[in-house]
């Protein structure tokens, strides 16, 4: 995966950059909703949640007894300032409360960012409405259950509405919880002036200046559309026209079969919608495993009512007027000829996102911008043209380009606010899960076969592949959901694990054990001790944890097998 | 990294007979060509594993195999794997269809070694597997060499394919005068997988695009325009005792008959005293009207008044009211069966409807019918009274939510309510619905209007 993104980088076009964005909502609403209890039992319980932060802090600096916000620094006016309060900045603010800094965060928008308003959260409720109506809609899954339903419909209006009002829900808990925690939210769109310096304002007001010791930027993205693509938010639509679902189209092209793509094929389809992939790269799904691509579109392409068109780029896209429907015209990926010529009622362009960083004054301190990312190191720091670290700047998520999913934007924050308060972090991209909300799921972690073996030649190293079946999972069979494959790749003589990829019934939590397993290093040989309940489908891994071969032995200090208590 | 299998060809008995007479080597000519056709057995890729489905073909017939590639993928009760060739050669034939299950051990597929014996591969298959698909793929071919005088659009049903398409696609103002035909996705795939050629269907969707329920009206109506395609009625050389295997037409009849057997279906029965009707008759008679005609031209207007019985249920979800009234009228032909359509018969005038309907017959006698000459009803009459049947009840073709069965007008007996004895013609109509979306009392008021409409028809002449 993480030379997925690099490429993601690389190109500012590729479907896989949009797709990587919107896989990330579960995690984010878990951490949302976590922080957020954890502000509140701190207003509810002030006493306690003093001592409780002030024993956190004890380390670092002393915690303001006034408040939970740290108290500033005597030449600056915040210790840290973060630009944009999507996700990222959201988990760095209220990590560097948690460490006693005191924070500002600054928005000219709405607070929650693109995951929140425009994005993964939006969207799975969405999905949450489509899982539920290709259950009802499925006689021969229902029948096998032995249950009866009459005809399933659905109400557009109230589908829009569950969108709508998730995504309002998760914008005021992230807001109160900031508030609560007492981060200075600043409204107006933040430049920086100088090294340490931002001004923030709305347009057609003053602008205040602030001082920060340091500063993250956390601008994020916005869709990015190719030229001759004109887009009229009705009928050519991209990601955030479509989550406001204001209709269902009979026909839709989707232009990109990244995660976006894929999750927006589900939704309509199971919503009546006939869809065209139009993918430029040979296959469909690119940046997945390739087995699991394959399995994926035999699930999830190949029996529903979608059609493709791959090797080919949408190099005109004209919206319906005049009785016309949405033209779009097909040219050949590599002879640039053109191909075909569709006629549809709507298109959705999931090409990928292009990093929002225009305004945000980066000339000021001599940083170049790449195809619109911000140039950083592995620890975030920003780099300036003449490829020197500029000091107390960082810049995470989406802007940077490194990994474009919002809990990786959060980790990244985290991992920032780690340094500044001292310790210094690196974030190991290879742990970072991705997941694609389709039904079923699709999940991963790590590196793909592919980039495995890759590595494995470079390196001189030998590689496995274990894999299991949803079908022989107890749990899945009694939900009728059979279809699905758990893959591990690992190293035989060491048991390391270096890619885990899931495709079936709640892939996308299924994940995280493997992801932690990274995270942590533990080992295939320990890891396969460690006890499932029994019957879950979490047994699926666990399967796939034991069918690995692995020839180094247990460790003996091993966690799982230490006994808690005598 | 696939989990590549290579226990799939298994030797055919015939192959293991070759092998007995290896030593004398060529000494049969015929049974050595006859070995070298080899059956692929669906594979055993567990120890529980009794069958398995084919997920798909990689290879298709008449391709190259060479040793060790990979030709089909087949989904076990654990997981799916890639099935390699053991031998080179050529897929003669697929005997198990993506998406089909063959029980471990059973032939799949059969492997010619030299081109030439395709052909003869596929004979085999046909004859060892009676429900293969190539057995029906193969029939038109074989009723085309065997009837040239058939005319040529109505042969087979691939055949009216090459005049329609300007038909079928000229109706999209961008399809470059006939030259892209513009299709859904899921018509694409319907239309692939009832073996429907799109260049035959008239588009219905926005801008004359063809949307599922198009394919599906076209798949019903295949068979039946095949039907006059049938080259000798069986009735000179039928041999007792045989067993003949499907035609075309027949497999693709059954299929549908099975088929409607999904929809849930009632009758209503009603008898119309026809009197007048048949004094109207008389009258038009000269001028070229027909009984058919007057009976199709008043069952319009009377389902003008019950758009509910002219509507249609496809997907089990919604239903459509049809937009116009077609009445479809089914006509016995060389031991077939076609329906013509009367398209828009509530409006068109008697008169001529019934050079129409001439028109129409001529043409489906001829063979000559179009696509949407026969596939477009909504509402189908079956007339079996100039047998003398006085009542029959219809199946319902599946697309469509009503069929009306008519059954002979005769002299009755009537006792009329004021004590009265009376003679009176008199014919009973039996209609058949689809109750799911047309119900008991939907039908009745319609027969009792249709009823209104025959006992006073003045309206048919307007």
Known sequence: MHSTLSFSRATTVPTTNYAFHSQSPINLRFCGLRREAFGISILTRSSSGRVRLSTRGRSKRISASTGNNGTPPKSFDYDLIIIGAGVGGHGAALHAVEKGLKTAIIEGDVVGGTCVNRGCVPSKALLAVSGRMRELQSEHHMKALGLQVSAAGYDRQGVAGHANNLASEIRSNLTNSMKALGVDILTGFGTIVGPQKVKYGKVGFTDNVVTAKDIIIATGSVPFVPKGIEVDGKTVITSDHALKLEFVPDWIAIVGSGYIGLEFSDVYTALGSEVTFIEALDQLMPGFDPEISKLAQRVLINPRKIDYHTGVFATKITPARDGKPVIIELTDAKTKEHKDTLEVDAALIATGRAPFTNGLGLENINVVTQRGFVPVDERMRVIDANGNLVPHLYCIGDANGKMMLAHAASAQGISVVEQVTGRDHVLNHLSVPAACFTHPEISMVGLTEPQAREKAVKEGFEISVAKTSFKANTKALAENEGEGLAKLIYRPDNGEILGVHIFGLHAADLIHEASNAIALGTRIQDIKFAVHAHPTLSEVLDELFKSAKVKAPASTSSPISEPVAA | ?462
Request: net charge neutral.
């Open chain 2, 1 to 462: 990294m696939a989990n590549v299998l290579q226990t799939s060809f298994l030797p055919s008995t015939s192959s293991l007979r070759r092998r007995s007479i290896s030593g004398s080597k060529g000494k049969s000519q015929s049974l050595q060509v006859k070995a070298k056709i080899r059956e692929i057995f669906m594979p055993a890729l567990s120890s529980t594993m009794t069958e398995g489905k084919i997920v798909s073909w990689m290879k298709s017939e008449g391709d190259k195999l060479s040793k060790g590639e990979s030709v089909v993928v087949v989904e076990s009760d654990k997981a799916d794997m890639d099935v390699e060739s053991f031998h080179e050669g050529f897929l003669a034939a697929i005997m198990v269809e993506e998406g089909g299950v063959a029980p471990v051990g059973s032939a799949i597929a059969l492997l010619a070694e030299t081109e030439d014996e395709i052909a003869e591969a596929k004979a085999k298959s046909q004859s060892s597997s009676n429900s293969t698909p190539q057995v029906v793929e193969e029939k038109p071919k074989q009723i085309e060499e065997a009837a040239p005088d058939v005319p040529a659009a109505a042969a087979a049903p691939s055949v009216p394919v090459a005049k329609a398409v300007t038909l079928g696609s000229a109706v999209h103002p961008a399809s470059e005068g006939g030259k892209r035909i513009v299709a859904s996705p899921y018509a694409k795939k319907l239309a692939k997988e009832l073996k429907v050629d799109l260049g035959t269907v008239v588009g219905s969707g926005p801008l004359g695009r063809i949307v599922a329920k198009d394919v599906e009206a076209a798949a019903v109506a295949v068979p039946v325009a095949a039907s006059p395609a049938k080259p000798d009625p069986v009735a000179p050389g039928i041999e007792l005792g045989t067993v003949v295997p499907f035609t075309t037409m027949q497999g693709a009849v059954s299929r549908n008959m099975v088929e409607s057997l999904s929809v849930p279906t009632f009758r209503v029965g009603y008898t119309i005293t026809t009197n007048a009707l048949d004094a109207l008759y008389k009258k038009i008679k000269s001028k070229g009207v027909t009984m058919t005609a007057l009976l199709a031209k008043a069952t319009a207007l009377a389902l003008v008044q019950h758009p509910v019985v002219n509507s249609c249920c496809r997907d089990g979800n919604s239903f459509t009211y049809n937009s116009s009234i077609n009445i479809a009228v089914a006509v016995a032909i060389d031991g077939g069966l076609i329906t013509p359509v009367l398209q828009d018969a509530d409006k068109v005038d008697i008169y001529t409807l019934s050079r129409k309907w001439k028109e129409l017959v001529d043409k489906a006698r001829a063979k000559q019918l179009q696509p949407h000459e026969y596939n477009t009803g909504t509402f189908t009459l079956s007339n079996l009274g100039m047998f003398g049947v006085d009542r029959f009840d219809a199946i319902l073709p599946p697309g469509t939510g009503a069929i009306m069965a008519v059954g002979a007008s005769q002299p009755s007996v009537v006792a009329s309510m004021d004590g009265r004895i009376g003679m009176k013609n008199q014919m009973q109509v039996n209609v058949t619905a689809d109750h799911r979306v047309i119900y008991g009392a939907d039908l009745a008021a319609f027969l009792q209007t249709l009823a209104k409409i025959v006992e006073d028809p003045k309206d048919l002449t307007f």
